[in-house]
């Protein structure tokens, strides 16, 4: 059993910066990858990153490649979402998620933290 808890979110103005923090614990928890999804009020959770548990490789969703970065610090058991250059459609609650298999599809995940939410005023 793995827990993920999220922090960082707040209020940002658009074109500015946010970085998200996703804490893992649990038995095992090195050995799962990791994704950041968000939601916004209406719409479906969409997949936005992932960082693979050994190799750092990374995945992105097209929404948000070359804005967003994924990072881990496997000391920490701490994996992190940069954000830059926002905008009022990234406003959402921003959660992770832990899977074996190095996806962005949500149906792929196997545990899920409780997010945290993210407002860009224009």
């Known amino acids: 059993q793995l827990q993920l808890v999220e922090s960082g979110g707040g209020l940002v103005q658009t074109g500015g910066s946010l970085e998200l923090s996703c804490v893992v614990s649990?038995?095992?928890?090195?050995?799962?990858?990791i994704a950041w999804f968000r939601q916004a009020p209406g719409k479906e959770r969409e997949g936005l990153a992932c960082?693979?548990?050994?190799?750092?490789?990374?995945i992105y969703g097209d929404s948000v490649r070359g804005r967003f970065t994924i990072s881990r610090d496997n000391a920490k058991n701490t994996v992190y979402l940069q954000m830059d250059n926002l905008t009022p459609e990234d406003t959402a609650t921003y959660s992770c998620?832990?899977?074996?298999?190095?996806?962005?599809?949500?149906?792929?995940?196997?545990?899920w933290g409780k997010g945290t939410l993210v407002t860009v005023s224009s």
């Open positions: 998620a832990a899977t074996i298999i190095p996806t962005i599809l949500r149906t792929g995940m196997d545990y």
């Open positions: 649990g038995d095992g928890s090195n050995y799962y990858s």
């Open positions: 960082i693979d548990s050994s190799s750092g490789r990374t």
